[in-house]
């Protein structure tokens, strides 16, 4: 379930890039999600991924669909799908 009005009427933004980086054991990934339509979307999003054991970092930019991870060694992609599910939006991948 998306915590926005249909019209979208809700806002804050923070933003993110569209890469995949190892450094010193900790790796960054960018998954594509859907669903993500107002500030509140990326907070909730930010709050529940970053939440998780290994979890170092989340960006999240709905603009583009696109949330960054930062973890200890390499992300769960099963387990952070789950969450993001369960948050009511949809992982659909890592991002291209």
Known sequence: MSCCTPDGSCSTTTATT??????AGRVTTVYAVSGMTCGH???TLGKE???LGGVRAVEVDREAGRVSVTTEGEPDDALLAKVVDEAGYELTGRAA
Do not use: N
Not at 18 to 23: C, I, K, L, M, S
């Open 41 to 43: 979307c990326e907070a």
């Open 49 to 51: 991924i970053g939440a």
């Open 18 to 23: 569209d890469a995949t980086v190892a450094v």
